[in-house]
């Protein structure tokens, strides 16, 4: 029913398949370029080119294991490291402004760049004082765009699109102010009987929740971390 | 394929993804949710609606699917359920989700709690709920049930100067008792506890003495597990809490009456929410405090306090007397 469980992403990073690190670095690079984008946008205050060169330079260097070797599940998050990565790159950048000749591996695509930016100059801000929490909700968001992606896609192909949209509806739709509507209110809104509403959000849920839940897991380094890590986003004990 | 309306993942939107897990399916029940209005260890309180009865009620959901957590939320619905008092909040229903999660239907408690709307009491009046709470918990103890823990989180108070306490998760009985109280109560043995209802419950007292003591911190008593001395000790706390500060010299038998409350040693605590009620109501009386040692003008202040309108009338009989006997 629900999408397949991925193999850790960083634990293939040290990977002596070259074809296995190479996928890792992939997947990596997709999971994380949206916080480190914006991370160079709005916190180094850097330009929609410059930010989307570095962006692009920074994990062509994680490509080329110049970074991400070195890194040590037991001193810290993941996150962590790549943020201490990225402040590095960084400041190497500022002294040299030499861009690396690309090299094949992941490239992140300019329309992909254009639309985030978009959205990122309508709503992102920076009100975080601390870069360490500011990245974290970044890439929260980025990892929670990526599994409403995901979810759209499973109820699309599995007939289940009006589930979608409730979804979207119901839970997308907060902005914070002032009550929200109740199942009741969707039900008339959209001719359904609330126990459907219910149960479509239900199933919403659930597969919404399976896919964040892949997605950390392959993003983390042992089980214990996963855990951890489950329980901090989504206040649970994955099964 | 679907046409996506999102991009930009709001805040409010990354709290609520965060937190999908509470919100539980209760489809096939008689009850729906609305919003959460609380949250603890164990689990989550919503307002929710009886459809059947057209009724708002506040549903406790437990936030895991464990046997644990489920035997910990049932143990305290069986614990109100024989805790009938206007003070201690009403459990009208319990029952399990399709999800295996357990969930307690109570009554909807509207108000505010006690550390918000304490400030623009008076005293006497927040004297008053106190004595109201201690009658509460008195009476629990009175049936043997030990709150655990409460603070001025777990009272409310409604907007009519009602008071509930809420919150009795960590409210237990002690197992021997438990099991002795419920073999004595079934006389024909159709209506004997199974095993495994007594097991059950066991096992909801064999948790509840590892969390006796665990409380919160600032009302928790000193020592290792539990008792109606630790109840006792917590709602000294609370006392505390709603004297004002400073206090005038008018106020140091409470004082006194929160030290004894607040004792490290429980033998010298107050034996139960009722003698420490008794108490405070001598204040508000104004008799003689037994926690506290009065001074010979303390006495002679309270005194004058106290018969203040005897004594009124009998110097004003004097004067008048006085008056007369001058002009003849």
């Known amino acids: 029913m629900f999408p397949q469980t991925r193999t850790s992403v960083v634990g293939d990073l040290g990977s002596a398949d070259p074809a296995a690190r190479a996928a890792a670095y992939d997947a990596l690079a997709r999971s994380y370029w949206q916080p480190v984008y914006a991370y160079i946008r709005l916190r180094r205050r850097r330009t929609p080119e410059e930010a989307q060169d570095l962006t692009q330079d920074f994990f062509t260097r994680v490509l080329e294991r110049e970074y991400l070797s070195g890194y040590d599940p037991s001193r810290a998050r993941f996150r962590t490291f790549v943020r201490t990565c990225l402040d590095g790159f960084l400041a190497n950048a500022d002294q040299s402004a030499a861009r690396l000749k690309r090299g094949g591996g992941f490239l992140i695509d300019r329309v992909d760049f254009a639309r985030f930016d978009a959205d990122f100059a309508a709503h992102a801000r920076c009100d975080e004082p601390d870069p360490e929490r500011w990245l974290q909700r970044e890439w929260v968001r980025a990892l929670f765009a990526g599994a409403v992606d995901q979810l759209r896609t499973v109820c699309d192909e599995r007939g289940h699109a009006r589930a979608f949209l409730l979804f979207a509806r119901y839970d997308l739709d907060a902005d914070g102010n002032g009550p929200r509507d109740t199942y009741a209110a969707l039900a008339v809104e959209m001719g359904l009987p609330v126990t459907t509403v219910t149960n479509e959000l239900a199933w919403a849920r659930r597969v919404f929740r399976t896919v964040v839940l892949d997605r950390l897991r392959g993003v983390c380094t042992s089980d214990a971390e996963f855990r951890a890590e489950a329980r901090d986003l989504l206040g649970i004990d994955p099964p | ?328």
């Open chain 2, 1 to 328: 394929m679907t046409p996506s309306p999102h991009r930009w993942i709001s805040d409010a939107a990354i709290t609520r993804l965060r937190r999908l897990e509470d919100w539980p399916d209760f489809t096939g029940t008689r009850y729906e949710i609305d919003e959460v209005i609380g949250r603890g260890g164990m689990g989550i309180v919503f307002r929710g609606r009886d459809r059947a009865l057209d009724r708002e009620v506040a549903i406790k959901v437990t936030s895991l699917a464990t046997a644990d957590d489920a035997a910990r939320l049932r143990a305290e619905a069986r614990t109100l359920a024989r805790l009938e008092h206007p003070g201690i909040v009403a459990v009208h229903d319990v029952g399990q989700l399709a999800d295996g999660r357990v969930f307690a239907v109570m009554r909807l408690v509207r108000g505010a709690r006690l550390d918000a709307c304490a400030p623009a009491l008076t005293l006497a009046d927040r004297l008053r709920l106190f004595d109201r709470m201690c009658e509460a918990v008195a009476f629990a103890h009175a049936r043997g049930v030990v709150h655990g823990d409460l603070t001025p989180a777990n009272i409310m108070v409604g907007a009519h100067g009602d008071l509930l306490v809420v919150d009795w998760g960590l409210a237990r009985r002690s197992n021997s008792e438990f099991v002795n109280s419920q073999l004595h109560n079934f006389t024909t043995p159709k209506q004997l506890p199974t095993t495994n209802e007594i097991a059950s419950e066991s096992r909801v007292a064999e948790l509840g003495v590892a969390e006796l003591g665990r409380g919160t911190e600032g009302y928790r008593a000193p020592e290792p597990g539990g008792g109606p001395r630790a109840d006792v000790y917590a709602l000294g706390a609370i006392l505390r809490d709603l004297l004002p500060s400073p206090r005038t010299r008018a106020m140091r038998p409470l004082d006194s009456v929160v030290r004894r409350a607040t004792a490290a040693d429980p033998g010298r605590r107050y034996p139960g929410a009722a003698e420490l009620a008794e108490d405070v109501r001598h204040f508000v009386d104004g008799a003689a405090v037994a926690a506290h040692r009065e001074s010979v003008a303390e006495q002679a202040v309270r005194l004058a306090r106290a018969y203040r309108t005897p004594i009124g009338l009998v110097l004003a009989y004097l004067a008048m007397r006085s008056l007369l006997l001058y002009w003849q």
